[in-house]
């Protein structure tokens, strides 16, 4: 109790770890299309912004500066190492983690499986490069930094913060490739709205997350190798037969409701060997469920609503953990 009210009464001190992408992007003064990411230090853009010094005390830590893109295990390994030993410091109140837009998604849902952290843990990054006109970056960071010193931000596992609002990091996706308002979170809608430093939450994320995740352990040093087969008019069949046989799981990015055509059906119903299959939709809204008509032998497990690319990260997790069929199942519908 001695402990909270010292917290409670001194300014907050926030962790920022940095790993690149647009928002530390620079290029040609003024414009947004023309640069390269992950080229200016978080340090720079927290000169445009002296005000966050209200907020709280920083504390910088870059893990990596690159295009998200190129985000490797060994990255996300070391920004998982970073956030928990901010989290055993008691020095530290809360969490910031800058990166590329194009794949913060999927960094985001993989950190809310594999951090072992209680405090506020807030992703953010920028549509234009620090030298655009009317960059989002510092604006995005002031209140990524508001919302990781708030303590209502605590054990709500990963959020993300862009363009004024809060999302979970299991939900969001990338929708726009241009506008600064670029994410989205389909039905469940976002985890609240941030006015300038200020938090207005509306609901909590209701799967499973960060402390009481199943992976919120050491990483496994040999992973599963898991990949996407994107389903439309006329696929190549046997591009999923090579795949099969290739990797240990397989996640159909599914029309409609994860559907494909009859001769992928064919190869799904008498396929018996050993690599798991998992039935995704390619559509961001809605669900892929058990499917009597696609699968009556129930040969794929439905990744509900997460996308193709979120059910390939919690594949890759379970079947590294030595998940059994059913237990994968279990995680379609905890996660
Ligand atoms: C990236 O993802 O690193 C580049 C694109 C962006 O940050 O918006």
Redesign the pocket.
Same mark, same amino acid.
């Given at each position: 109790m001695e402990h909270e009210n010292a917290v409670m009464s001194r300014k907050k001190r926030i962790a920022v770890i940095a790993t690149?992408?647009?928002?530390a992007?620079s290029g040609k003064i003024g414009e947004a299309g023309l640069y390269k990411?992950?080229t200016l230090s978080v340090q720079s853009i927290l000169s445009s912004i002296p005000q966050i010094e209200e907020l709280a005390d920083l504390h910088l830590e870059t893990v990596c500066s690159?295009?998200?893109?190129d985000i490797s295990m060994e990255d996300l390994c070391a920004i998982k190492s970073a956030a928990e030993r901010f989290e055993q410091d008691p020095s530290i109140d809360g969490i910031v983690i800058t990166?590329?837009?194009?794949?913060?998604e999927e960094t985001a849902f993989f950190l809310n499986l594999v951090l072992n952290v209680t405090k506020p843990v807030v992703m953010t990054? &920028?549509?234009r490069p620090a030298t655009a006109a009317s960059a989002d970056g510092p604006m995005n960071l002031y209140q990524a930094v508001a919302l990781a010193a708030d303590c209502k931000a605590a054990k709500m596992g990963v959020l993300a913060v862009l363009s004024d609002t809060i999302y979970s990091g299991r939900d969001l996706t990338k929708v726009n490739s241009i506008k600064t308002d &670029?994410f989205e979170v389909g039905d469940p809608g976002p985890i609240g709205y941030m006015q300038d430093g200020r938090v207005y939450l509306i609901h909590s994320p209701y799967r499973r997350h960060t402390f009481y995740s199943r992976f919120s352990c050491p990483i496994p040093e040999k992973l599963a190798s898991v990949e996407i087969f994107y389903v439309h008019a006329q696929s190549d069949p046997e591009l999923l037969r090579y795949m099969l046989e290739r990797y240990d799981g397989v996640v159909l990015a599914g029309s409609g409701s994860g559907n494909y055509s009859s001769e992928i059906e064919d190869i799904i119903e008498s396929y018996e060997g050993p690599c798991t299959i998992i039935r995704a939709s390619r559509l961001i809204e809605g669900a892929a469920f058990d499917s009597p008509v696609f699968d009556p032998k129930e040969k794929t497990i439905p990744a509900h609503r997460l996308s193709p690319h979120k059910a390939r990260i919690l594949l890759q997790m379970g079947l590294s953990s030595s998940c059994s069929k059913e237990e994968l199942r279990r995680l379609f519908l905890e996660y």
């Amino acid at each position: 109790m001695e402990h909270e009210n010292a917290v409670m009464s001194r300014k907050k001190r926030i962790a920022v770890i940095a790993t690149g992408g647009t928002i530390a992007g620079s290029g040609k003064i003024g414009e947004a299309g023309l640069y390269k990411a992950g080229t200016l230090s978080v340090q720079s853009i927290l000169s445009s912004i002296p005000q966050i010094e209200e907020l709280a005390d920083l504390h910088l830590e870059t893990v990596c500066s690159k295009d998200s893109n190129d985000i490797s295990m060994e990255d996300l390994c070391a920004i998982k190492s970073a956030a928990e030993r901010f989290e055993q410091d008691p020095s530290i109140d809360g969490i910031v983690i800058t990166h590329g837009t194009d794949t913060l998604e999927e960094t985001a849902f993989f950190l809310n499986l594999v951090l072992n952290v209680t405090k506020p843990v807030v992703m953010t990054g &920028a549509m234009r490069p620090a030298t655009a006109a009317s960059a989002d970056g510092p604006m995005n960071l002031y209140q990524a930094v508001a919302l990781a010193a708030d303590c209502k931000a605590a054990k709500m596992g990963v959020l993300a913060v862009l363009s004024d609002t809060i999302y979970s990091g299991r939900d969001l996706t990338k929708v726009n490739s241009i506008k600064t308002d &670029a994410f989205e979170v389909g039905d469940p809608g976002p985890i609240g709205y941030m006015q300038d430093g200020r938090v207005y939450l509306i609901h909590s994320p209701y799967r499973r997350h960060t402390f009481y995740s199943r992976f919120s352990c050491p990483i496994p040093e040999k992973l599963a190798s898991v990949e996407i087969f994107y389903v439309h008019a006329q696929s190549d069949p046997e591009l999923l037969r090579y795949m099969l046989e290739r990797y240990d799981g397989v996640v159909l990015a599914g029309s409609g409701s994860g559907n494909y055509s009859s001769e992928i059906e064919d190869i799904i119903e008498s396929y018996e060997g050993p690599c798991t299959i998992i039935r995704a939709s390619r559509l961001i809204e809605g669900a892929a469920f058990d499917s009597p008509v696609f699968d009556p032998k129930e040969k794929t497990i439905p990744a509900h609503r997460l996308s193709p690319h979120k059910a390939r990260i919690l594949l890759q997790m379970g079947l590294s953990s030595s998940c059994s069929k059913e237990e994968l199942r279990r995680l379609f519908l905890e996660y």
